[in-house]
């Protein structure tokens, strides 16, 4: 059986989720290891969370937030975008995976778009290959049976 | 108890006699190049032949750590919703094996025996010295921050050793104190000590021993009412400079705080006892957020006080063997030989 | 060394000043610097009275910011209130305190995120010539117990029981002392010696542009044996000034981000989380490093922040008190520059001017 990649999306319940509920409604093969964090502005993605599912084991973490035209909190997110750029020109720095979590600030899309992006995110993160920096992992222990 | 004299040769063919049977430790001084560490931090695991040194005072890291382990898996579950062992909490295998702690100071050797006086009804804690050997060195050097006599100890003591080797011109005498030392020289030959050479051991023991100050000291704290030692004024200056941070807690071989938690991890789970710092204001916190410890002045007073005060207030000694790693590691310099100083000078003042 | 050397002019009029603001009024407090125990190490003290002014000291060992103080001193000396009152309107005690180059970046930021008021603080502003790590004179005398050491105004003497020797002062300087480019304080009310000129340095992101060089697993590799060696005492946190959350990260326990104990990859999260969150901010004191136990280099990481913080957004930390805060105040204008690619921009496209016009700018956090 071949490997598929756990990827986790925080997405804009405003600006993208629409996507989202328009791929689940279209039946599309958005692949069952795909879990979706809706949150109600993108700008509420912390640093935290990024790095929890990362800890967590997922493969690949894409944040896909809106445009700042449409966006009804848009300072906010621009704030966001600028730190989120520096996180992951960090993890780059100290030796994870380029690629591994993804950003994408782009327009309002409908569900095609989405699915298309998660689709193409997923391919790449297929190549890379399963996550084991910075993922969390118990040692095997001996028990008293 | 046998003395013996022995060439640093013939150590090193000990050493390897011991390497197979037991796992032997020794201070690691450099990084290690990877994160995996097998044993405790600050110690390696050397193979037969493999060089080693001892470094001059307190090797960096204390012996705590192989009895008290960060962290110490306790139990070990699972959650996973098929896992035949669902909801059961198993206990990890312990190993009976005895492990060798090769090149333990004196003052680390007094503070495994003064941590076995609140551990002494825990059975981790008390596991693990019954299989760790602890080979010591005593020391020919003081350095400036080392203060063992005044705590009552000494550069020359062995309480609490296993072995003790004590350095000589040509060799080093080695005195074996306990049944684990008698298991690891056993089937040696060994030459036994000249009485000159036990003339020098004896001598040096008599030169540097714990000084007057110890006892005194001790005995004037343990008289003085808490509430004048609480009060001191000198506790608002060091609660300002202290910034709380657990560098002093966690490098000194007689702190033993620790909380429990479950980690979790995608549906396994285990059981942890972790080290914890009366410094973090965590420490402290109540369920209900109240924090009777809520300043960093009440903070850092409390970690004095419970080295100088509630624990010789109850077990008898000091809970400090004068190592002197906090004084040198401290990012504000707070020096625990001024505390005392300063604590017993307010007991004189009346 | 007979003559005064220049720290011990420093000392002097330190000392004569605090004196002065004291005995006038002026100040409740000022935080400053005591001798320490041992050699290479200094106390932070704040004095409140007269005889303690003789205890301050200046010289080439004090590496801690002492910025991380000043909320709390300012906290210490203001009129007792009930918590359920409105802060009492009186103007409030002020507190001085000593600042070379970066901790007054540091006062400019606390000021930027409104945690001190510029009204309440006396800034002594002190030209740094570079402070001396103390890692560094250890590690050239390996083994040896180091029982003194004298500062002259460009070599140290060390003495130990069975050697003296003389050794280059900025050989041994810290290495974000070595790369400063602005050591003379930004904000003085107070001045206190010779103005230090500005550095001009062409690489001042010479070790993280070495690193950046290795490839992602030569990384990983030396970010894992880099940090495998930390035990969690958070003294790089503690002694941080831009670090002052009532509850970090890693003591949240609802949800429980890290876990507690020495796990690599716990450790690794903590200290990747905790320089992120100086993005912007860190002023390279350097004070994480130096107060390190365990010696860990995590300085590497706060200056990668500062170089893209620089080269994305063009901005230098604590530089300026009126200026906006990089990551959380900007003008909307700037968005499309960078919204259009994750890529980096050209250069001139990159620099973010700050606008001057309030109700264009947002703030949050």
Known sequence: MSWEPGIVVFCCSECRCTGVEEAAGSNCKAPCNVRIVRVPCASLISEYMIMSALRSGADGILVAGGSFDDCHSAGEKVGDHRRFVLLENLLEFIGVEPGRVHLSWESASPGDQLRVLIENFTEEVKALGPASKLVKQLEPVQVVE | MQTWMISPVELDGLIQQWQKSYAVYVPALSKPATAATDCAPGWRRINAGEPWTLPVGPTPASVKSFYFPQPEILMTFHLEENHPDKGVMREPLKSHEMQVVLGVRPCDAASVLLNQLPFTEDPLFMAKCQRTALVGFTCTTRLSTCFCTEMGGSPHHCAGLDLALSPLQNGFLLEVLSEKGETLVAGCKLVPASESDLAVLADRRQGQGATSSYSSQLEVLKACALSRLYDAPMWQELGEACINCGACTFICPTCFCFDMQDEVVQGQGRRIRYWDSCMFPLYSQHTSGHNPRGKKLQRTRNRFLHKLKYFPDRFGPFSCVGCGRCIGDCPVNIDIREVLNDLVRRTELE | ?365
């Open chain 3, 1 to 365: 060394m007979n003559m005064a050397t220049i720290n011990d002019q420093i000392t002097d009029e330190i000392r004569k000043e605090a004196r002065r603001l004291l005995k006038t009024g002026e100040v409740a407090a000022l935080i400053g610097y005591a001798a320490g125990s041992l050699p290479m190490t200094v106390k932070p003290l704040v004095v409140r009275c007269l005889e303690d002014c003789e205890r301050l000291v200046w010289n080439t060992f004090c590496v801690l910011n002492l910025a991380t103080y000043l909320p709390e001193v300012l906290s210490s000396v203001e009129t007792p209130y009930d918590p359920r009152d409105p802060r009492p309107e009186e103007p409030q005690a002020k507190v001085a305190i000593l600042a070379t180059g970066c901790w007054s970046r540091n006062i400019v930021i606390q000021i930027q995120e409104k945690r001190v008021d510029r009204e309440r603080v006396v800034v002594i502003g002190v030209g740094s010539r570079g402070m001396v790590s103390r890692a560094k004179v250890k590690a050239l005398f390996p083994e040896k117990d180091i029982l003194t050491v004298d500062e002259g105004d460009h070599e140290l003497v060390v003495h130990g029981a069975d050697f003296t020797e003389t050794i280059n002062r900025w050989a041994v300087v810290r290495d974000n002392c070595q790369t400063c480019a602005h050591p003379d304080p930004v904000l003085v009310d107070i001045r206190i010696g010779e103005p230090v000129s500005e550095r001009k340095n062409p690489h001042p992101f010479q070790q993280v542009e070495l690193l950046e060089q290795r490839s992602s697993e030569e990384r990983w590799a030396w970010f894992t044996a880099e940090f495998s060696t930390c035990i969690r005492c958070y003294a790089c946190r503690n002694v941080c000034p831009l670090c002052y959350c009532p509850t970090c990260f890693v003591d949240d326990a609802r949800p429980q981000w890290l876990g507690k104990s020495l796990d690599a990859v716990d450790t690794g999260l903590f200290h990747v989380l905790r320089a992120f969150h100086c993005a912007g901010r860190c002023t390279d004191c350097g004070a994480c490093e130096s107060v390190c136990p365990m010696g860990i280099n995590m300085r590497m990481l706060t200056k990668k922040l500062n170089k893209d913080v620089r080269d994305l957004y063009g901005i230098e930390a604590g530089m300026e008190p009126e200026a906006p805060l990089p990551l959380t105040t900007f003008p909307l204008a700037s968005v499309e520059f960078i919204v259009a690619d994750l890529a980096p921009l050209p250069a001139a496209a990159r620099i973010v001017q700050p606008s001057s016009e309030g109700d264009e700018s947002c703030k949050h956090g």
